[in-house]
């Protein structure tokens, strides 16, 4: 044999190989097609049923083994085209036929069954998210149907992402009073906190001192002034020669001065605060509390709201 | 005098041995199953046809040193310039003779011997995030037992690739040159015109091979024992 013949031979064979091998596996067929442009590529429009509610349904449960990382059984439901293009064991979606399609028979099987997706260990699909893919597949496995075009799909439930916690920016936001408020801290144990982990924010609660804290104390807190939302000074021996500081703090939002001698004076004082939402007082006569009523701070009297 | 034909035998000669030509099947029917069972699920299966194919590549490579002459890499492996040499003078009608690997075969042997090694070592770290985690994957975090995973697979489409060059090359010697290399990878031997005239071929003890399997065997039951005793967790 000559070796042009040869060689001509042997890519008949391979040509045929491959042909043999995209007709076995349709998914590699598709992979090619599409490849070489042979085939478009499905994509489904960002408004659709299937990109609205389905794609994150597959995001959240199928594509940590069926995405661009990893490919169980050669398939990927990380895109439309891949949905569609199916696996190892041929398409996984049949449209217009749910209960043909293993997308949703294999989300259907008990978690007992070895073909049950997820598998065991795996948070299953719940009824809602499971009745989605239902219809969708019955919808005919649409990329462009429009969310309201399929009737009956369970509410969207949309996850609340909680932001990420930066300690070195809460860090930052405290650094420049952090001094100050260890050394407060130290003076006055279990009276001043932030306000949270992710805050650079004050809290003050001076009530368990109750008479042993007054008004040079709250005066000792000057420098915190602009940092404190909340101060909480009931059963102190804090006088109405504090209304003056607790007037100056600018963040101040909840104030609560239940079982002290603190008069209308203060109330007056505290008229002009711009942040107050919530004033808790022993003593004021209702003239004097109306304009921070009709502001919107809501004002307690006579009773303890802690 | 008889007037009936006489056929005359071409006297062969004895160049591959026993432990090379073993490798050489045992490969061929390991590659077929690890492909096979994993195709399939079997993962047991796919495992110990895995361990069974490291073992062996592990033996090869002590062979090609202190193994028979047309085994050894000192035999087969040669400067790419000479690779090159040895093409051109190929496609040109000029071909050399070699009892053993020719330099582009050679060539082919380090290459597939290096992916099968690579692909045997990828198993060991990988997992099917299922069912299946492969012996040494809890010595590496989940991201890169994950992306030796995919490796894994990857490097099983370079030898289906090796694969297909090696069966066209064995086929172009076949029917194109008439030197049946797969007859001499089962026999062992060649015509002797296919095989230099001052061709020194020597082979290596059956003892060495024994020896040097119970090494490979012995280092790869000591690391099974390490292994699944948890010592290196």
Redesign the interface.
């Given at each position: 044999m000559s070796a042009p013949a040869y060689f001509g031979g042997v890519t008949v064979v391979t040509a045929l190989g491959i042909a043999a091998a995209m007709f076995l596996r349709p998914a590699f067929g598709h992979t090619v097609l599409q490849w070489i442009g042979l085939e478009s590529i499905p994509q489904a429009a960002p408004s659709s049923f299937y990109t609205v509610r389905v794609a994150p349904l597959l995001e959240a449960h199928c594509t940590s083994c069926h995405g661009a990382e990893r490919q169980k059984a050669e398939l990927r439901l990380d895109s439309f085209a891949a949905v569609l293009r199916g696996g190892k064991h041929g398409a996984v979606v049949m449209p217009g036929a749910a209960r043909d399609s293993s997308l949703f028979t294999r989300i259907t099987l008990p978690v007992t069954d070895d073909r049950a997706m997820p598998p065991s260990g795996k948070t299953p699909l719940n009824k809602d998210e499971i009745t989605v893919i239902r219809l969708w597949l019955a919808a005919g496995a649409s990329g462009t149907l429009p969310v309201k075009a399929i009737k009956g799909a369970p509410a969207l439930v949309v996850p609340v992402k909680m932001p990420e916690l930066d300690l070195a920016a809460v860090r930052r936001q405290r650094a420049p009073l952090a001094h100050e408020v260890s050394r407060l801290q130290r003076r006055f144990p279990g009276v001043i906190h932030y306000d949270s982990r992710s805050s650079a924010d004050i809290e003050v609660d001076a009530s368990l001192k109750g008479a042993a804290f007054g008004d040079d104390d709250l005066d000792a807190l000057v420098p915190l002034r602009d940092r404190i939302v909340s101060a909480n000074l009931s059963g102190t021996a804090v006088t109405d020669a504090s209304a003056p500081l607790l007037a100056s703090m600018k963040a101040l939002r909840v104030l609560r001065l239940m079982n002290t001698k603190t008069t209308d004076a203060t109330v007056q004082a505290l008229a002009s605060s711009k942040t107050l939402k919530v004033l808790a007082v022993a003593k004021a006569t209702p003239g004097t509390l109306a304009p921070l009523r009709q502001r919107g701070v809501r004002v307690y009297e006579d009773l303890d709201v802690r | 005098m008889s007037d009936s034909p006489v056929t005359r035998e071409i006297p062969h000669v004895r160049v591959w041995d026993a432990p090379t030509r073993l490798f050489h099947w045992a490969v061929v029917i390991l590659i077929f199953i690890s492909w096979l069972s994993a195709?399939q699920g079997l993962m047991t299966i796919h495992l110990c046809s895995g361990l069974t194919l490291l073992a062996l590549l592990l033996f090869r490579i002590g062979w090609g040193i202190v193994g028979s002459a047309t085994a050894r890499f000192s035999d087969f492996l040669h400067p790419p310039r000479k690779v090159v040499a040895y093409l051109r003078g190929l496609a040109g009608g000029d071909r050399q003779l070699y009892a053993g690997h020719n330099p582009a075969g050679g060539l082919m042997v380090v290459a597939m011997i290096a992916v099968l090694l690579a692909q045997a070592m990828t198993g060991l770290f990988s997992n099917?995030?299922?069912?299946f985690t492969g012996p040494l994957a809890l010595l590496v975090s989940d991201d890169a037992s994950?992306?030796l995973?995919?490796l894994h697979?990857t490097i099983f489409n370079v030898i289906l690739l090796f694969v297909?060059c090696h069966v066209?090359a064995v086929?172009?010697y076949v029917?194109?040159k008439g030197d049946n290399l797969v007859k001499a990878m089962f026999t062992g031997h060649k015509p002797y015109t296919h095989v230099p005239a001052d061709a020194q071929v020597f082979f290596a003890r059956s003892y060495v091979a024994f020896l040097l399997l119970l090494l490979v065997l012995t280092i790869g039951g000591v690391g099974w024992f390490i292994i699944q005793g948890g010592f290196l967790l």
């Open positions: - | 195709d099917d995030g299922l069912h994950t992306w995973t995919t697979a297909w066209v086929g172009f029917f194109v």
